[in-house]
């Protein structure tokens, strides 16, 4: 991870618009007549994307071609680069008539967990970066988010609503050691009593359970966990540096011990690859003492359509074709449908019978719990120095 002097350790200078520069010679640089070779798709060890193609927004677009000169079997592995990032606003809204809130934060943009399936990869290609190996390894920290975060709670026509954070991209990714962004974020939030709810991947968030369950006691804070297999392999190929099902697992049950509300999020479903753990997952979350889940079906918008395919296709070949024709059936015959209410879910014979599993699952082992309604009425903004208490 690069560093820059005289500044915070692990933030590499801001660094301009990247331009898309290839790695191999473009085809037409080559003599003609010499034979082009697609290269093979071995990606980078501890990476999930497949391939690093160009956004939808350049002019360009690279191909990597096999010239016979490297060695393709032993690329080196992919260092994070960290970039500081200074926004005037960190709350984002939206208006989502499917989404249960309408503010969020994100801590950073770009996730090094690597989820190949991730739906905010798109994302990327607003930086002019690719939403392939450059999103999970080009990212941007946000180092004055609590600052701008306290600032925009004091505003005088703020309105107080739930706060979800890991919306985007997870706000305890493994940059989150060094940085402890999410961790000031939540000291801002304890100090202003702001309810806030949190999803996450990653077993990190136990770090903060002193702040969560101090305000959980004030029904200020609930978690989500993202539990997507159970099958480490499958776990370490799709989301390679993110916790391992396990320690996901020994998170919630120490969350939902600590007294902080807890919910198991199966997201993504996969048909025909992950699908058939679902009760199998249910199970564990309730053994671990966990009230509430949730799933959400595979999404692939813009370019993630093409990386899980070329995921697909290198580390399951034989279910390739299943997975992707069944995934059709539940969209209306397309890859993604981005229409409200069907988007989180699908549609047809297939959902149906997804829905219907989870259903019956969630009775059997009591994970029906309605959502758990955070209280809004508590916010205030402390005192600022100089300011005198108020005996109210």
Known sequence: MTTDPG?????????????????????????????????????????????????????????PVDDGWDNLEDLPPLRSCVTAESPRKILTRNTSPDIPFDRSINPYRGCEHGCVYCFARPTHAYMGLSPGLDFESRLFAKPNAAQLLEKELRAKNYSCQPIAIGTNTDPYQPIEREFR?????????????????????SALVTRDIDILSAMAKRGLAKVAVSVTTLDAKLARAMEPRASTPSKR????????????????????????????????????AALAGVKAANYILLRLPLEISDLFKEWLEENAPDKAKHVLSVLRQMRGGKDYDAEWGKRMRGEGPFAWMLKRRFEIA???????????????????PPPQQGEQLSFF
Not at 181 to 201: D, F, G
Not at 255 to 277: C, F
């Open 249 to 284: 697992m020994a998170a919630l049950e120490m969350l939902s011990a600590a007294g902080i509300p807890t919910a198991v999020m199966i997201a993504p479903v996969i048909p025909a690859l992950n699908d058939h753990e679902l009760e199998k997952i249910m199970t564990g």
């Open 362 to 380: 969630a009775r059997k082992h009591g994970l029906t719990r309605p959502r758990f309604e955070l209280d809004c009425s508590q916010f205030k």
């Open 7 to 63: 500044k915070r350790p692990g933030l590499a200078p801001a660094f301009p618009r990247a331009e898309r520069q290839p790695q191999h010679p473009h085809p037409q640089h080559l003599e003609a007549g010499t034979p082009l070779r697609q290269m093979p798709m071995h990606g980078r060890r501890g990476r999930g994307a497949l391939s690093n193609q160009s956004g939808r927004f350049e002019k360009l677009a690279y191909a």
């Open 181 to 201: 962004i999410m961790r000031q974020v939540l000291e801002v939030l304890e100090a202003y009593n702001h309810p806030v709810s949190i999803v996450t991947k």
